[in-house]
């Protein structure tokens, strides 16, 4: 039987009438700085919270300089980055690439986390870095299973000079060795098409959150994607850029949660996006 914490931390953490879930991503300051929209990370934080998202992804450190938008009922539920890397950064540029913790599962407990996330990463330049990376996702499963608190995997295929590779064989491949090694969730990259993502979806043994990546050039092609993800297995989504970066992170968001939640159709989701953005000015 799974332990009485992880389901009630994992109940905050998705949507009560569809299972789903819509997390914005906002750690992206421990890989890449201080990125055009989260500057003033507390503030982005209050604007993306007034859409009403299902849960934020941040850091410890962010979490504990916007606590006040972090608790009560209607608060959204917490996901605690606990890794980083540095094979995304342009200056200075990184040698071999790092993976290290910055946080610990207890630390997550202490900051009333509702779940954890980190990443693995398939395809690095030595096996000895990639062993490292699944070793500490399967000391970090341990813990989480130890302490009750969900576990939520980022697995990525990477290669040098490249943003994330999108092959859907070898996302499986990550996607399944995530599943054996204990994690509750797994958050990972579309490839392109509903039918190797309904396969991607078909290979884990835990739900799937479609991850947003890089910002996408229209509001069409996000909804489309994320529809095109829910149709093909996905339990919801983890975005960033294409939430905060956007003129209207609200107006998104509740045309995110329109297909999310409601299985609306791109053109309805679109509709509302446009409706919010209007009474937003």
Known sequence: MEALGKTVRWGRLVHPSSGNTIVV????????????????????IAR??????????????VAKAAAQ??????????VLRVDAT?????????????????????????????AVVAFF????????????????????ASACQAWGMPFIVEPLVIEKGAHAVRDPERIKLAVRIASE?????????????????????????VPILVRGGPKMDTEEAVLQMVKEAMEAGARGLVFGRNIWQHPHPRALLLALSAIVHERASVPEALSRLRAAEVTEG
């Open 86 to 114: 540095n094979i995304w950064r342009a200056r200075p540029e990184p040698k071999e690439g790092y993976h290290v913790l910055v946080a610990s599962v207890e630390d997550a407990v202490r900051l009333g986390a509702d």
């Open 181 to 205: 090694i204990g994690a509750d969730a797994l958050k990972v990259d579309y490839t392109g098409d509903p039918k190797s993502f309904a396969a991607v979806v078909e290979a884990a043994t």
């Open 48 to 61: 993306v919270v007034a859409g009403a998202p299902d849960a934020v992804q941040v850091t410890p450190g």
């Open 25 to 44: 991503a906002m750690d992206h300051g421990l890989f890449l700085g201080p990125l055009a929209g989260v500057e003033r990370i507390v503030d982005a």
């Open 121 to 140: 990463f398939v395809g690095y330049e030595t096996d000895h870095q990639e062993a490292a990376s699944l070793e500490r996702v399967a000391q970090l």
């Open 69 to 78: 938008l972090l608790r009560g009922k209607t608060a959204p539920a917490l």
